[in-house]
């Protein structure tokens, strides 16, 4: 119920309708260069889809994996990027009293399937070259932010102009601290209470592979049929 409330009220739709909303956003509020956006997957990539087309910009993902803890992995105690970056939250791991060997484990576990996930969205295809460009890094939403800031870490060694972080909804606490990691942050709601972002949608139905693979190839039409225009 709360849920469906929320989304009526102040919250969207979808993904795609909260992607067009921010897109907007970023596109009135930050003046970029030469930008790419790159998505979380897989949450991210429906809202990422819409940012780049609005911000007539190259889609790619940028995989990171969720570090859950041992019993309960909903609840994150870090996160791991491409690039080996691994971040861990210091609060969960000491409160929780999670043994450093518990971490690896679960590094490792997320490390296969990071990898699994690259070779299944991207192919042979390479990544894109970053270096001097402006990053915008999309996902559906924050809660502890631990996944995304490990992407922003990964991505500062790679010489970005700068890291934009847009996302539909968050923690304000978490965009608070993001602040600090990168260049400019743009959330369109912080409610509070915020409970869960799941909350703020009405249609917060998982995103598959599939409708992965196909938003990108999408995007990279997109993209062909403007090159030629």
Not at 21 to 47: F, I, T
Request: negative net charge; aromatic residues 4%.
């Amino acid at each position: 119920m709360i849920g469906r409330f929320a989304a009526r009220t102040e919250g969207f739709g979808d993904r795609r309708e909260a992607g067009r909303r921010l897109g907007e956003r970023l596109a009135e509020r930050v003046a970029l260069q030469d930008p790419v956006v790159l998505a979380l997957p897989r949450g991210g990539v429906p809202v990422a889809y819409e940012v780049a087309r609005r911000l007539g910009a190259p889609l790619d993902v940028f995989l990171v994996r969720k570090l859950g803890v041992p019993g309960h992995e909903e609840l994150a105690m870090g996160a791991i990027a491409a690039g080996g970056v691994r971040v861990l939250n210091g609060e969960v791991v000491a409160t929780l009293g999670i043994r450093e060997d518990a971490v690896e484990a679960a590094a490792q576990r997320e490390q296969a399937e990071l990898v699994r996930r690259e070779r299944a969205y991207r192919g042979e295809r390479p990544a894109p070259d970053v270096r001097g460009r402006d990053v915008v890094l999309v996902d559906d939403g924050l809660a502890t932010g631990s996944t995304m800031r490990a992407a922003a870490a990964a991505l500062r060694a790679m010489g970005p102009g700068r890291i934009i972080v847009g996302v539909p909804v968050a923690s304000s606490e978490t965009c608070d601290e993001l602040r600090d990691e990168v260049d400019e942050i743009v959330c369109l709601l912080t409610p509070e209470p915020f409970y869960a972002v799941g909350v703020w949608y009405e249609d917060f139905e998982q995103t598959t592979d599939e409708e992965v693979r196909e938003l990108l190839r999408a995007a990279a039409g997109d993209r062909s049929h403007e090159r030629v225009a």
